[in-house]
């Protein structure tokens, strides 16, 4: 599915903090970051209050295995502080702290799209959609927009096209009208060269699932070279909404190349996996920044993510665990899981639980595998299951480390 967070649901934030000298048992001074480095524009940096409600863990120093919750995050004196629910042992320079916390923000595309907390189609997973309007003078305007193949466009312009549309393609959504008449525009297209789908659907004030398999003929997305000077055109997927003063709901949104396999991967990955045949993959992923719920989620379930000091809204997005799992069950290879340094015990045990617990009511998180299809534990289908405790988590933890945020620092 090209959709990021195609269940529209509300997000998570996990992070790695060292302490910076002078920090108390009660007040957490933040090292390595300045708040002069935020940025409102731009979204970067942490605002005052960002971290309020947050679950602490202190999981090295003093105070190892303090946890509690932030009552207020502030800039005092030019840099993050973190006042505490509880006091214990002054933390040294260099401890360190985990920040987990949900999130509702997501990445703002200036469209005309907001979520809805209030009203999710019947039967989802999740607990949320969004609701589109009309801009009162554009008219024309989108009300939701996606991106697609936008490497060649502006970082690698002799990429080529790496997602040409071609063949079957399946499109749902559930949606609803808030009045008569309205009506939901979908399509696909590279502007200025060519749409490939494109469809009004009418819609009623119930919830309903508009489901299309659409062909789309070889050829259709030219597969040419183009030179630099030419404009490379990326893929776009808009949604309009019918009319002035309308707006709709959608949820649960799919746009996928048709596949064979139960897993959502297309079959040109497969394919080439199960010709390669590898002995293990492993999963380097969006991960950062997750807890096990959302891994084990069901897409339709689990928000963006994120993890690092610089970035204050979710927007990593990946496939999950389960889909991971499946794939590597298809291509005859163990998979490799990388477990973000952030989770708890709870997760971690909860993790030992979904892979290999039996699905017997009694067991949660391996009745939550079961009801995604898979009742045998998943480690009586590998012969071994590898589980990495985060990726490069012994990188310096400072603000030129590119898992700042999800790094313990200096090696330890």
Known sequence: NLIQNPGFEAGHFAMVSHAAVGSTGDQWIQGNWQVAWNNDQYGIGHPVDFWDGAEFEIVTGPSKGRTGTVLDYTHDNGVGN?????????????????????????????????????????????????????????????????????????????????????????????????????????????????????????????????ERTYSVPVGSDDPRDYTELEAHPILTFSLNVSGPGQEILIDDLVLERAHNNDFGFVNEVVEGLEEFHPGILRNWSSFFGTNLDHAVADPFAAGFVNFQPNNRIPELWDYRLHEFLGLCQTVDADPWYIVPVTWSEADLLGLMEYLGGPADGLHPYADLRAARGQTEPWTDVFGTVHLEFGNEGWARGINTDPFFGASLGDGF
Request: glycine share 8%; proline share 7%.
């Open 82 to 210: 973190f006042f505490l629910d509880t006091t214990g042992p002054d933390p040294v320079l260099g401890d360190v702290m985990f920040l987990r916390m949900p999130i509702a923000d997501m990445p703002d595309d200036g469209d005309l799209a907001e979520i809805e907390t209030g009203d999710a189609r019947p039967g989802s997973p999740g607990v949320q959609s969004l609701r589109l309007s009309v801009d009162p003078v554009q008219l024309w305007r989108p009300a939701r927009t996606w991106y697609f193949d936008n490497l060649w466009n502006n970082t690698a312009t002799k990429a080529g096209k790496l997602q040409l549309v071609d063949g079957e393609w399946n499109f749902s959504v559930w949606a609803k009208g808030t009045e008569a008449g309205d009506s939901l525009r979908i399509k696909l297209f590279r502007s200025q060269e060519a749409t490939y789908i494109e469809e009004t659907f009418p819609l009623t004030t119930q919830w309903q699932l508009l």
